[in-house]
């Protein structure tokens, strides 16, 4: 069955240094990956995404992320934290053609001054 | 242009009470999916209607959730009777069409006691 993996389930960092989210999908056809991120009382907000092409991909808030078919990763990066960062972060692929869409675990981000 | 809005934003209500989700999705969005996050777990898919057909139902846990999609607006999701592990987040989602992304609302926290 297919799945996405997030390792993490927290991750501390500080605020001004550099920031990395694993995340593992497992499917064999293209995937279709999506990093969303939850920040205290607001909805899910799509950070960037993966459908073909340029494997590094940028998106808003100044992340980007790598996907890399041969370690079945889409890990997401920020060089910079800024303390507005702490939030969760979820990895998605998409299931269908229709965007039916599966999401890892996530990831909770906490910033330290 | 207004995002996707769900109402409401939170709802406490005992065992065995029925309580009525609400998603408003963006115009013009032919999909609309519903979500859940129940405490700890991952988000996991309900359901995928195509302006008021339901394409994909697969995720619905039983007979006690039933969505609605009248003319291919708004959607509904009625809990009856709601039970203690319904408690959870309860996304709704539109996108347009294929390939596209998949717009978030800011999502319903169920509190069933």
């Known amino acids: 069955a297919q799945s996405v993996t997030q390792p993490d389930i927290h991750i501390t960092v500080s605020e001004g240094a550099s920031l990395e989210l694993r995340c593992n999908y497992s499917?064999?056809?293209?995937?279709?990956l999506f990093w969303y991120v939850q920040s205290p009382g607001q909805g899910l907000q799509l950070l960037l995404k993966?459908?073909?092409?340029?494997?590094l991909v940028q998106g808003i808030k100044g992340f980007e992320a790598e996907f890399k078919r041969s370690q079945s990763s889409f890990n997401l990066r920020k060089p910079s934290v800024h303390w507005s960062d702490a939030a969760e972060y979820f990895c998605a692929d998409r299931t269908d053609s229709w965007g039916k869409l599966q999401f890892g675990a996530g990831t909770q981000v906490v910033v330290t001054p | 242009e207004a995002g996707v809005t769900q109402f409401p934003s939170h709802s406490v209500i005992e065992k065995g009470q029925t309580v009525t989700l609400r998603c408003d999705p963006i115009?013009?969005?032919?999909?609309l999916y519903w979500y859940r996050r129940v405490m700890g777990k991952e988000i996991k898919f309900l359901l995928h209607f195509v302006k008021e057909s339901k394409q994909d139902e697969s995720g619905m846990p039983n007979n006690r959730f039933l969505a609605e999609r009248t003319g291919g607006t708004y959607s509904t999701l009625k809990v009856q009777p709601a039970e203690l592990e319904d408690s959870g987040v309860y996304f709704c989602a539109s996108s347009h069409g294929e390939n596209t992304e998949a717009f978030f609302g800011q999502g319903t926290r169920l509190t069933v006691v």
């Open positions: 115009s013009g969005h032919d999909n």
């Open positions: 993966y459908f073909s092409g340029d494997t």
């Open positions: 499917y064999g056809a293209t995937p279709y």
